[in-house]
């Protein structure tokens, strides 16, 4: 089952604060580019897969430029999820995302570099 996802970005001054508290056992079963890699630019599409279904809620990527946080219009509780980023250039980058599954919200971080 697949899923459809529309969101436009705006960059924002980086900001301090507390890292997002990660669930237990995450529901983010995959993301590409995946957590902790280093993958050649530009990325311009952000992938997660969650195992059970999720309804995404909220999204945030932060590298050099600063914050992106991403409107996100989700269709649902769906498995895949596909965002359209803006041509991401070197450096490390910061995704927090925050998703609900049958009733319960879920979240998480995790990073990856772009050559």
Not at 24 to 52: C, H, K, M, Q, Y
Request: aromatic content about 6%; proline content about 11%.
């Amino acid at each position: 089952m697949g899923g459809a996802l529309l969101c436009g970005c705006a960059a924002q001054p980086a900001e301090s604060g507390q890292p997002v508290p990660q669930s237990a056992s995450s529901i983010l079963v995959s993301s590409a580019p995946a957590p902790g890699s280093t993958v050649p630019g530009p990325v311009d599409e952000l992938v997660l897969r969650f195992n059970p279904l999720a309804r995404l809620d909220e999204v945030t990527v932060n590298g050099p430029s600063g914050l992106m946080p991403m409107m996100v219009t989700a269709a649902g509780e769906t498995d895949h999820y596909s965002l359209p980023l803006p041509e991401l250039g070197p450096g490390s980058y910061a995704v927090q995302w925050k998703a609900t599954s049958r009733g319960t919200v879920h979240s998480g971080t995790f990073s990856f570099t772009v050559k």
